[in-house]
C-alpha cells in the first residue's frame, strides 16, 4: 500500500523552477510534521526542509534557503515543495517524509527525480 506519492521532478536547466507535490492520499498525516529529503549518489541523504503539522513553521537547509519553499494543504493532503533558481548541485532524487515519531521520519515516498544540467 502506497502512502506518499512525490510528483514533479524532471530535468530542467541551470536557474528554472519545478514545484514537487507529495500527496497523502488517505490524508492520514495531517496532524504530523513532514519535511523533503534528497539524496544523490554517492551522498549521504540529507534534509531539505521541513514543516510543523499545520504549516505555520517551517525549515530549511542552508543550502536551499531563500531559493526553496516547502508548504502544506492538510485539505488537500497534499505537501508542496517549490525549488527556484535550481543549481546542478540540486541534482538529486527527493523524497517525502512523515514524522509519527518523535525521534525520526518513519513513512517515506518513492521518490521524484531532479536533474538540473548546467
Not at 510528483?7 to 536557474?15: E, M, N, R, Y
Not at 495531517?30 to 541523504?45: C, D, H, L, T, Y
Not at 508548504?71 to 535550481?86: E, F, P, Q
Request: proline residues 2%; hydrophobic residues 30%.
Amino acid at each position: 500500500q502506497v502512502e506518499l506519492v512525490e510528483s514533479g521532478g524532471g530535468l530542467v536547466q541551470t536557474g528554472s523552477s519545478l514545484t514537487l507535490s507529495c500527496v497523502d492520499s488517505g490524508r492520514t498525516y495531517s496532524n504530523f510534521a513532514m519535511a523533503w529529503f534528497r539524496q544523490s549518489p554517492g551522498k549521504e541523504r540529507e534534509s531539505v526542509a521541513t514543516i510543523n503539522y499545520n504549516g505555520l513553521s517551517a525549515t530549511y537547509a542552508d543550502s536551499v534557503r531563500g531559493r526553496f519553499t516547502i508548504a502544506r494543504d492538510n485539505a488537500k493532503g497534499t505537501m508542496y515543495l517549490h525549488m527556484s533558481d535550481l543549481k546542478p548541485e540540486d541534482t538529486a532524487m527527493y523524497y517525502c517524509a512523515v514524522k509519527r515519531h518523535s525521534l525520526y521520519y518513519d513513512i517515506w515516498g518513492q521518490g521524484t527525480q531532479v536533474t538540473v544540467s548546467s
